[in-house]
């Protein structure tokens, strides 16, 4: 659905941690003894993996999920923790990333849940996954899209 929607959505900032982990359910499980997390979103793969999760910690938002994807193991520069930046212009700051010396993870595209987005690795080793908002969409338009 086209609807006109702002680059970042409401209740996340710019910068978000996007933590990768081995075992998606036991880190949920730590991270709300340890601080108190609450998890705003969860989307499960068939085999019952955490695909991706959203928490929140106090009053920042944190991503986590357990990821295996034939484009993700296909590249060394991926990084276990990454960050995930929503920017005006993801095309172009992806663009300006590269030119700089970042590593392509991903090309830009659009994804079922509503972003364009891309993942480059800088030479520190840090993974930056760079997204624009294009459309608000409901929790069930993106689980008709959604390909897990």
Known sequence: MNRSVSYRPDGYHNLTPYLIVKDGAAAIEFYKAAFDAIVREQMMTGDGRVRHAELMIGDSPVMLGEHDDVEIKATPHYAPVSLYAYVADA???????????????????????GNREGGVTDSFGITWWLATRVEELTEEEMKQRSTF
Do not use: S
């Not at 030119?99 to 993870?105: L, S, Y």
């Open 91 to 113: 095309d172009a700051v992806f663009a300006k990333a590269v030119a700089a010396g970042a590593t392509v993870v991903a090309p830009v595209t659009k994804k079922f849940y």
